[in-house]
């Protein structure tokens, strides 16, 4: 199996986040997570890792909005060179402001900018953030590309994640949504499905598709009434205008065992039969995992085999892209469990 990994992720790593409470914490989504993953991908011989192609902006930015992607590039640089009113050390851009309520009017103040596009506060900016988010969607790419040709199935080992990020927002983690870029890519051969299995709701991917047909777009995760991100993942929400019907979340519950996910898992199986796509995406988040600290599912690993094989028997050419999984000692053993249905 085609597998794309980009060294350059290590120039992602937030000393921080502002968790739950306001608590000040070490980044859960450290680059451990990647390099982890990557040993243990090393010791099978049917993995075989490649570099990324660069495959330019305009792949990026016909999902992403274009003033988000330039405030992406340029707003670090611009921070540093910001006089502020304390002397404390920057070391990340993070804003302090919200447009919560009913106005979002762009400001023209760096501050105010990144309030506008930044979601929450598991999103902060540091100097290798937009290096690291282009090489992730480059692995992404690469591995649409690899099942464009003559592969059954790739492996986009993409860090940062990308499943939160929207056309013109970044969020728990998220910067650039890797598979939003490769099933557009896609896209243009063939009809694309996305199955998001992280513990948390794909509400980038939703925001980006919700008003497609040719993409569509299923989401099982915990319930947003009681898990992040809490605004979208609900059931109801289902795509509109010419996308009407082709989105759809499945809320589980904190303790979801591995029969009890499998038989939402069935459901989302025979939407994607119906829709009969050319390409199927996988938005792989291992914290799912019973194990995971950010995650309330009681899955195993064995659950996660038993979702890689119902998974693979749909027969199409799949691309799995990793999302989330914060358990670092049984996140190099998870994906390659799951990935190994697919070789
Ligand atoms: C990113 B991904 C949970 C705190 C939420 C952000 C979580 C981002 C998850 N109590 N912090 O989907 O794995
Ligand atoms: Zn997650």
């Avoid at 008003?211 to 009434?225: E, N």
């Avoid at 199927?280 to 690993?301: E, H, R, W």
């Avoid at 996660?304 to 050419?317: F, H, T």
Wanted: proline fraction near 5%; aromatic fraction near 12%; glycine fraction near 8%.
């Amino acid at each position: 199996m085609y597998i794309f990994y980009s060294d350059v992720h290590l120039q992602h790593n937030p000393a921080f986040e502002i968790f739950d409470g306001g608590e000040k914490v070490p980044n859960f989504e450290s680059p451990e997570r990647a390099e982890r993953i990557l040993k243990t991908l090393k010791q099978k011989s049917w993995a075989e890792i490649h570099s990324p192609t660069d495959f330019g902006m305009e792949p990026i930015l016909e999902v992403h909005d274009a003033d988000y992607i330039t405030f992406l590039q340029n707003s670090f640089a611009e921070w540093m060179q910001t006089e502020t009113e304390t002397n404390f050390s920057k070391s990340a851009l993070l804003p302090a402001t919200f447009p919560a309520g009913k106005w979002r009017h762009k400001p023209v103040s760096l501050l105010g900018k990144a309030g506008y596009y930044i979601q929450d506060l598991s999103a902060p900016i540091v100097e290798g953030t937009f290096a690291a988010a282009i090489a992730a969607a480059n692995c992404a790419l690469s591995g649409a590309n690899a099942i464009l040709t003559n592969q059954k199935s790739s492996f986009a080992l993409c860090r940062p994640p990308g499943h939160h990020a929207g056309k013109a927002s970044c969020a728990g983690y998220c910067y650039i949504n890797n598979a939003a870029v490769a099933a557009n890519f896609l896209s243009k051969r063939g009809k694309t499905a996305i199955l998001d299995i992280d513990y948390h709701a794909g509400n980038g991917t939703q925001d980006i598709f919700y008003d497609r047909c040719d993409v569509l777009t299923i989401s099982i995760h915990d319930d947003p009434g009681h898990a992040y991100p809490y605004f979208a993942g609900y059931p109801e929400e289902t795509g509109e205008g010419i996308g009407f019907g082709f989105h759809q979340n499945y809320p589980l519950f904190d303790g979801t065992n591995d029969d009890q996910y499998l038989e939402t898992l069935q459901m989302a199986v025979e939407k994607i039969i119906a829709f009969d796509p050319a390409y199927l995406v996988i938005s792989a988040g291992m914290d799912l995992y019973c194990g995971d600290p950010l995650g309330k599912f009681n899955i195993t690993t064995d659950g996660i085999n038993r979702i890689g094989k119902e998974i693979s028997n749909l027969g199409k050419p799949t691309l799995v892209i990793m999302e989330g999984g914060y358990n670092n000692d049984a996140l190099g053993t998870n994906i390659t469990t799951f990935l190994e249905n697919f070789v």
